[in-house]
């Protein structure tokens, strides 16, 4: 059993205040938790508007799935919002 914990750093530029950060971030975080059953937060740069970022932890069998998970959220979070990836870490544990 391998643990798998991704962090994402977004950039938003059309976001003009922090309410309008949440939904954002709302909607991405619904969507990952629902597509990929992994359990997401939104972690640091809390109180700037147009940076979000996102923390993703997730179980896995082994070194393998968790490599095609994290290149399938990646691909997956690209294409579901206009917001810029500006930095992708994962690590497995």
Avoid at 3 to 10: D, P, S
Avoid at 21 to 43: C, P, T
Wanted: charged share 25%.
């Amino acid at each position: 059993m391998k643990i798998l914990a991704i962090e994402i750093k977004l950039y938003a530029p059309w976001v003009q205040s922090l309410k309008e950060k949440r939904m954002v971030v709302k909607s991405i975080l619904g969507k990952l938790q629902n597509k990929f059953n992994v359990s997401v937060a939104e972690i640091d740069t809390q109180d700037m508007h147009k940076t979000i970022t996102i923390g993703i932890i997730a179980i896995v069998e082994n070194t393998t799935y968790a490599d095609q998970l994290a290149d399938a959220i990646e691909n997956f979070v690209e294409c579901n919002t206009e917001a810029e990836i500006i930095e992708f870490v994962n690590e497995i544990r």
